[in-house]
């Protein structure tokens, strides 16, 4: 039965089939017993139907904003809409690529990898920047995808080829498409776009020095291969603020050039840092005060080194017994395996030395997670200052070739994860 009050009398319209007289007669009474507890109902009703109607309208408004920030996160709308935005969001990605030596044959199943890891189509996760190590100059996997290349070593003429960056390694060359071998392998950097981020300048500076190594025990000899730095200078337009560095470099060192650290290479991969933090604090073309530099890519290390830890397993089987860094031990006056191994931990650490002796700051750590496919957390990020960093986080590009672990990605494409970090600028 439906209620309305009609001058003060409860008036039902019609009844309910098949309910026996009597009964239909004790419920009207109950109700006209309580008419406005009746009347409180209707009232309670029409309230919850406006309140109702008010959160809808604010979700749709809360609707509108969301696509708006999500406008204003993958590219610019308006630039009053810009202009009262005191945050933003900047994302970078850093790559090593390996040069191609894990790349698939299936070059289609390639490209869909990497725009499923990388997030090409998220107007939030995409990055605005990716930093490419062991990329080749002559093969371009991130334009289809939706990118345009800022810089590159090897164009620029800062680069050596694949065979001779791996001392003309027979496994390594045997692991790499032979098409590759005498090309440029080099660093780049890549500007997403579409990204509300502009690319104002750039440029590459080489970071390593003319060091001789010295051979034996099954090592080869001749010049330190060359190592980079390549970078670019990137502003948010009408934002007013100071202009955002990225750097990306790719150190001297692993299991190439660690069997030569007694050489003094703890030197050379310190100054190498070094080379890229004087770039900024004393070379890069139109300062403000508020720049902010971030400095990605292969460090060949993690950043702490452990005597039960990962670094202590890599040096204990693949370096301690070499012959010749035995015999360059010999030449140093080193005599104690302990007195060895700490040489071995300071080489391995002078690049987050250099780093935080000058002031500098990381994105992330050790919970990150693992970049590389022996286990290791060897890709990182530093900042010239210290930043909000919104996420960290690993993408997935390769599987672990060690201990049996169930795989991370369908598809590897390179021996590294991809690393992405959201700034907020």
């Known amino acids: 039965a439906a209620l309305s009050q009609t001058k003060g009398t409860v008036v039902f319209f019609g009844a309910v089939p098949h309910m026996p007289a009597a009964v239909f007669g004790i419920a009207a009474a109950k109700a006209l017993q309580q008419p406005l507890r009746a009347m409180e ?8 139907n406006k309140l109702l109607g008010k959160l809808r309208d604010q979700r749709a408004l809360l609707s509108q904003e969301v696509s708006k920030l999500c406008d204003v996160l993958s590219g610019p709308t308006s630039s009053a809409f810009q202009s009262s935005t005191p945050l933003s969001r900047f994302a970078v990605v850093s790559l090593n690529l390996q040069y191609f030596s894990s790349y698939p044959k299936d070059e289609e199943a390639a490209t869909m990898k990497l725009q499923e890891a990388l997030r090409t189509n998220d107007p939030v996760f995409a990055p605005d920047v990716i930093a490419v190590q062991e990329g080749l100059a002559s093969k371009d996997v991130l334009t289809p995808i939706g990118f345009e290349q800022i810089i590159c070593a090897g164009k620029k003429g800062q680069a050596q080829s694949v065979r001779e960056m791996v001392y003309d390694d027979a496994t390594a060359l045997g692991a790499c498409p032979q098409q590759y071998h005498d090309q440029l392998l080099c660093n780049q950097l890549y500007r997403r776009r579409g990204s509300g981020w502009e690319c104002e ?3 590459v500076i080489k970071v390593s020095s003319d060091a001789y190594l010295k051979g034996g025990g099954g090592r080869c000899q001749g010049q330190l291969v060359i ?11 009408s934002s007013g603020k100071g202009a955002t560095y990225v750097m990306c470099t790719h150190i001297t060192g692993g ?3 660690d069997q030569y650290f007694v ?7 310190r100054a ?16 403000q005060d508020d720049d902010v530099g971030i400095l990605a890519g292969d460090f060949n290390a993690l950043g702490d ?6 670094m202590h397993g890599y040096y204990k089987f693949s370096i301690a017994k070499s012959e010749g860094v035995q015999a360059d031990a010999k030449d140093e006056g080193i005599s104690s395996p302990e007195a060895l191994e700490d040489n071995f931990a300071q080489y391995m650490v002078s690049p987050f030395t250099a780093l ?10 050790k919970e990150l997670g693992i970049t590389s496919s022996f286990g290791h957390l060897i890709d990182h990020m530093a900042m010239s200052r210290k930043i909000p960093v919104e996420r960290a986080e690993v993408r997935y590009l390769t599987n672990q070739k060690i201990g049996n672990k169930p795989p991370d990605t369908d598809l590897a494409v390179t021996d590294h994860n991809a690393v992405y970090v959201s700034f907020k600028m």
């Not at 109902?41 to 919850?48: A, F, H, I, P, V």
């Not at 935080?356 to 750590?365: K, V």
């Open 263 to 269: 050489q003094r290479l703890v030197d050379e991969r």
């Open 305 to 310: 080194y452990e005597k039960d830890g990962p």
């Open 272 to 287: 190498q840092v070094k080379r890229c933090i004087d770039f900024f604090k004393n070379e890069r073309p139109d300062p």
């Open 41 to 48: 109902l209707l009232d309670e009703l029409q309230e919850l």
């Open 356 to 365: 935080r002796e000058s002031g500098w700051e990381f994105a992330y750590g």
């Open 227 to 237: 190592r980079s730095m390549v970078w670019a200078k990137l502003r948010k337009p």
């Open 255 to 257: 299991r190439f050039e």
């Open 201 to 203: 300048d750039s440029g």
